[in-house]
Structures are given as structure tokens and as C-alpha cells.
């Protein structure tokens, strides 16, 4: 059973260097039996931006738990955690301090009617393209184009970044 809260406070955040350190994914699928490959992308709390899925990374759990969580909690979405993108040095709009921000892909297994930030946001699945115009942060921006370089690799192998 899984919980129906978001996780909320700083007590378990994890800091590096007086940096918060927050995880984000790129929920992905493909659609049809072409293979056409979409992302999933939300709406930020307020409402006027969107991303994809990140929060913090908290001490009782690994970055992958991490990733795994936040999908689940801001996106509704629950599947497998693949190998990381990379990590990002960025500044946060809201308090303008920098944070690192580490990336991963997610294929997405299932997609959830019920999740925790279900009335907080909107999720919408688009093509790459359309994701990479819409959403707001350099960094995710710079993520998305790592994983769809990852996938057009003539030696990419899915079994080689499963974690």
C-alpha cells in the first residue's frame, strides 16, 4: 500500500556543501506500436510552469528511492528507475540559492487515477519535442536531451542502465 501523503519539512533533507540536493525523472513510455516516445511533464505547485518531477532527497532513502518517490507523489506515476542522466548545479527561482539536482529516466509501468499531489497539479504526456519547449528549467531541458542522446546511441543497450 502506498501512502497518500506528500512528504513535507526539511528535517531528512540531505545538503552537500550547504547545497539542498534534489532528485527529478523523466517519466517516459512509448505510445503506440510505432514506438513513438512521449514524456511525461507536470505543472509546478502554482501552476505556471512546467517540469518534470524533482523534490528532495531525503536521508532514509537512496537517490533511486528518491526519484522513485517523487514520481510517484507529484506525477502519480510508479515504474523503473534507470541509470542517472547526471547531476546539475542550479539556482532556485524561488530563494535564489543554488541546489545540486541529480536526473533520472523512469519507464513508466503504471499510471495512477489516485496519487498525493493529484489537486496540486496537471500531468500531460507529449512528444520530446514539445517538453523541451514547454518546460521552464535549463537543467531538466539539458537532462531531456542527455536521455534521448542515450537512446539514439547505436551501442545503447536498455539492459546496460537498468539500476
Request: proline fraction near 3%; include cysteine; charged fraction near 30%.
Amino acid at each position: 500500500m502506498m501512502c497518500m501523503v506528500s512528504r513535507t519539512g526539511r528535517e531528512l533533507q540531505r545538503y552537500d556543501m550547504g547545497r539542498r540536493l534534489v532528485v527529478g525523472c523523466i517519466p517516459y513510455r512509448y505510445k503506440n506500436e510505432n514506438g513513438e516516445l512521449e514524456v511525461l511533464v507536470i505543472s509546478s505547485q502554482k501552476g505556471h510552469a512546467m517540469m518534470f518531477p524533482k523534490g528532495g532527497w531525503e536521508l532514509d532513502e537512496s537517490v533511486e528511492e528518491a526519484a522513485s518517490r517523487e514520481c510517484f507523489e507529484e506525477a502519480g506515476v510508479v515504474g523503473v528507475v534507470e541509470c542517472t542522466l547526471g547531476k546539475w548545479s542550479f539556482k532556485s527561482k524561488s530563494r535564489g540559492i543554488y541546489r545540486e539536482g541529480h536526473m533520472f529516466p523512469m519507464l513508466v509501468a503504471e499510471q495512477l487515477e489516485l496519487w498525493p499531489e493529484k489537486n496540486l497539479r496537471q500531468r500531460v504526456w507529449m512528444k520530446v519535442e514539445e517538453a523541451r519547449e514547454v518546460c521552464q528549467s535549463w537543467w531538466m531541458k539539458e537532462a531531456l536531451d542527455v536521455f534521448v542522446e542515450r537512446l539514439a546511441s547505436p551501442t545503447f543497450n536498455k539492459q546496460d542502465f537498468l539500476n
